[in-house]
């Protein structure tokens, strides 16, 4: 069965300092993975996604993830982190591999201190 | 455009009580789905549509709870009765297409608290 698991359920940081959000899949096949951010109150947004083309993936507001099949990971970075970046990241799989559902990890907290 | 609408934004019932939830989809999207969110998890699938049919209710606990979408766009939620463990985020999805590669649309959700 498909699966992502966050390593870490809270991650600290200082304002300018690099992001690792650390994310473990497991998969029968060759997955699509994601991973999404919720603001408080706020609803899920997409931050960027992994179909099997480029390894390296760029998404919004400076986030990026590697896919490396090796080590079945699919890690978050950000080089810098701003204040706004503070929210909950989940890394997602899909359920099949038509990829017709989602499977969510169960989350990050990345808190952002001054 | 305009996205994925919910309602109510949050709701109170006492345990044995029913309730419903409502989503408006975006415009066009054939897929839906309902997405339960336990504080502290990440969210859970419960039910697929694909235009106004199921498509995956695998996870939806059926004595419980019920979802329809007639016409193939809104779609309601329901839980009768309700037991303390339903306290959750209840998120509404949509998308163009049943490949979740195209990309889904979240609402921010019904916060639903059982008492």
């Known amino acids: 069965a498909q699966s992502v698991t966050q390593l870490d359920s809270h991650v600290s940081v200082s304002e300018g300092t690099p992001v690792l959000l650390r994310c473990n899949y497991s998969?029968?096949?060759?997955?699509?993975l994601f991973w999404y951010v919720q603001h408080p109150n706020k609803g899920l947004q997409l931050l960027l996604k992994y179909t099997s083309a480029a390894t390296l993936v760029k998404g919004i507001n400076g986030f990026e993830a590697e896919f490396k099949k090796s080590e079945t990971s699919f890690h978050l970075t950000k080089p810098s982190a701003h204040m706004s970046d503070a929210a909950e990241y989940f890394c997602v799989v899909t359920v099949n591999q038509a990829g017709t559902a989602l499977i969510f990890g169960k989350g990050t907290t990345l808190s952002v201190s001054s | 455009e305009a996205g994925v609408a919910q309602s109510p934004r949050y709701k109170i019932i006492e345990k044995r009580q029913s309730v419903a939830f409502w989503c408006n989809p975006i415009s066009g999207h054939a897929t839906l789905y309902w997405y339960q969110q336990i504080l502290g998890q990440g969210p859970k699938l419960l039910i697929q549509f694909q235009n106004n049919g199921v498509v995956d209710d695998s996870q939806l606990p059926k004595d419980r709870f019920s979802a329809e979408r007639l016409k193939g766009v809104d779609s309601t939620l329901k839980i009768q009765p309700a037991k303390l463990e339903d306290s959750a985020v209840y998120l509404c999805?949509?998308?163009?297409?049943?490949?979740?590669?195209?990309?889904?649309?979240f609402g921010s959700g019904t916060r639903l608290t059982v008492v």
């Open positions: 998969s029968s096949y060759s997955p699509s």
């Open positions: 999805a949509s998308s163009l297409s049943d490949r979740a590669n195209y990309g889904y649309t």
